[in-house]
């Protein structure tokens, strides 16, 4: 029989040199369960926080702003502007923002009664730019000849720090994956140690008869990765039922964006199973080293 035979059909004579129950079989359910939990969460934070970086550099980029400053000659400031983008490379169209607009932009924060006439909002221009995009700097200075006071805003310095705040939000989810699959790995090889230890005198005897460390080994192996992988598959499904308890929409806020769409939930699945592989190589890893220990 193949290894991968061993480890999905077993050997019940193998079977019983690992006892069935005690804290090591509830250490290694408990603590997959609860990691795999916990890894459910960090990948929907992880493709979240993907799809949050490319949101907002499409929504932000290739988009610009002109603020003119409100003044008596501002409508003929805002024809001069208008003609002057027209001509400008790398600028795809430009139309001035109306006060309904500005109202429904800033009522979220105020309201809808907000006198427009008294506060004397800027004027606002909006650029829609090339993919190359224009020279800012000679587009600024001659927008400074034909209006003055008037401000060139391509949101680069609202976009580009957005952006790196959701990568640096999907690194630390990748950061905690790899936490998460060391603390299950390093889990899992302290109570096959354990266990191995305990049963010290079956293994003598074993060895005594003419087992094979090999087949020892298979005995800790097979019974610590079907543990793992139970657990884990437990944690992942609860997890997944509270992922999708999340709510959604745009009144959610930020936690709108975590979930699994489509195929994305493929990724609940390789959670049981890398905790399974997790726990076979620790387990080889720790058994072979105590049996190694031992002579």
Known sequence: MTRLQNLLLG????????????????????????????????????????????????????TATIRLPVSETIDDQVTNVLAALDQTPGIVSARRIDDSEQLALLAPWFGQDIPLGKLRLPVLIEVEETQAGPDVEGLSNRLAAEAPGAVYDNHSRWRIPLVEAADRLRNLALISLLLIASVVAVTIALAASSALAANGQIVDVLRLVGAEDRWIANAFTRRFTLRALGGAFAGAIIAAIAVALIPSGVDAGILSGLGFRGGQWLFILSVPCLAAGLAFLATQIAVARRLKEDG
Do not use: C, H, K, Q
């Open 11 to 62: 050997d019940t004579t193998a079977n019983r040199v690992v006892p069935p129950s005690g804290f090591t079989a509830s250490l290694t359910v408990i603590s997959s369960a609860a990691m795999a939990f916990l890894a459910v969460f960090a990948i929907s934070l992880f493709l979240a926080a993907g799809e949050l970086s490319n949101r907002w550099e499409a929504e932000l980029s290739g």
